[in-house]
């Protein structure tokens, strides 16, 4: 799933297979779009097409004698796909707009937040290219499946900060309840407005209300659940919408990797808008 730490574990595998001075390089096939993603992986030579003002080496070269990280390998284009089996199998391959080769070796590691096998069989990701990257398979669980996990993560992140958070052990129970489904990504964006706390003391009450109120296990028409409705009784409706935009800026933004335009578009929100409920998350004078 997204958000469990495969670019993390995708790297130490690198620090421990490799000597220090060799490349690690990272490409999300996602985030690159199809009529550039063959310039992203082989390179290109000047004037090869419009914009191409210099020759540019490819994350492939770049990888020589390292390791390439292709993340979300799932979304890549079939052309594309065809053209990666080539240079996996030949150890060559030529930038756009050249015409002699080149070689590198690398170890490639791949990953993906969807199901390979599912998606070669309906034909939406190539059989040779499946086999040839199928080989030593690491399946790495979503956090609600490892909860001891989470007081480890929790005192990891803390440590991060540039402030002493303490966090309750009332405050922590709830917290490894919790579904988690943006993993830990969404485990570390939570501790980061946690650790805003002025009083740097953290309580169950100073918890994000999806987590306390169970948000997201709501059925029917009734959207808004018990607990939730006490904190409105308490604190107001407006205090409560305050922290419903906060909380969803935070987990769009920490889905995207802080990508804001993209988190903007998701949302459907002006970017006026995003910027005022952002401003907000910050901490206090």
Known sequence: ETGVGKSLIGKQIHDLSHKDSAAFVHLNCAEIPENLIESELFGHKKGSFTGAITDKKGRLELANNGTLFLDEIATMPAS?????LKALDEKTFY??????PVKSNFTLI??????????VHKDEFRKDLFFRI??????????????????LLIKYFTSLTSRRVVIKKEAKE??????????????????????????????PQDLPVKITS?????????????PQKDYIS?????????????????????KYN????????ELKISSSAFYRISDSLSPQA
């Open 258 to 265: 802080g990508k804001v335009t993209t988190a903007i578009k």
């Open 234 to 254: 308490s604190h107001g409706l407006r205090d409560f919408i305050k922290k419903i935009e906060q909380e969803t800026i935070l987990s769009t933004l920490g």
């Open 110 to 119: 791949s990953a993906t937040c969807e199901d390979l096998f599912e998606k």
């Open 134 to 151: 199928t080989g030593l398979n690491i399946e790495i669980k979503p956090l609600r499946n490892r909860i001891k996990d989470i007081p």
């Open 174 to 203: 709830i917290l490894q309840k919790y579904s988690w489904p943006g993993n830990i990504r969404e485990l570390q964006k939570t501790i980061e407005i946690l650790s805003l706390n002025q009083a740097g003391v953290i309580t």
């Open 95 to 100: 930038p756009v707009g050249a015409d002699k």
């Open 214 to 226: 169970g948000l997201e296990s709501h059925n029917g028409n009734d959207w808004l659940t018990n």
């Open 80 to 84: 594309m796909q065809k053209k990666l």
